[in-house]
C-alpha cells in the first residue's frame, strides 16, 4: 500500500514536495514512479526512480525542476518540485512497478496510492 501526501496550493514559482510512503519492503527491482492527471486527461508520466540503482528518469517538462529520490530506511519516495508553474496543477499520484518493466508506462504499474492535489496559482 502506498501513501502519497505534500500536496497543496502554492503561487507560481513555488516549490511542493511530495512524498510516497510503502507500507512493505521495496524491492530493488521496483520502480516507483510518479505520475499526475489534468482534469480529463489520461495519466501522464511525471519521474520514475530505479530503487537498487536510483537510476532516475523525467518527462522532458519537468527535467531541471523536479527531482525525484528515495529514502530506502523509510521506504519513501519523494518529488521534490521547484519552479512550479500552472501547468503543473493536477492530481499527483505514486506508483509501483514491481516488475521493473517500463518505467514511463503507466499500465505496467501494479500499486497505486491515492493521488494528492497539487494546485498552482498565479
Known amino acids: 500500500q502506498l501513501q ?9 514559482g513555488g516549490s511542493l514536495r ?3 510512503a510503502a507500507s ?3 524491492y530493488s ?3 516507483m514512479g ?3 492527471q489534468f482534469p480529463g486527461k489520461e495519466r501522464e508520466f511525471v519521474a520514475a526512480i530505479r530503487w537498487r540503482s536510483a537510476k532516475t528518469d523525467y518527462v522532458d517538462s519537468v527535467k531541471g525542476r523536479f527531482t525525484i529520490s ?3 530506511a523509510k521506504n519513501t519516495v519523494y518529488l521534490q518540485m ?5 501547468e503543473d496543477t493536477a492530481v499527483y499520484s505514486c506508483a509501483a512497478n514491481r516488475d521493473g518493466t517500463n518505467p514511463r508506462i503507466a499500465n505496467e504499474y501494479d500499486v497505486w496510492g ?4 497539487v494546485t498552482v496559482s498565479s
Open 18 to 20: 511530495l512524498s510516497c
Open 4 to 12: 502519497a501526501s505534500g500536496g497543496g496550493l502554492v503561487q507560481v
Open 34 to 36: 510518479w505520475f499526475r
Open 29 to 31: 527491482s521496483y520502480y
Open 24 to 26: 512493505e519492503d521495496i
Open 82 to 86: 521547484n519552479r512550479l508553474s500552472a
Open 70 to 72: 528515495r529514502d530506502a
Open 114 to 117: 491515492q493521488g494528492t492535489q
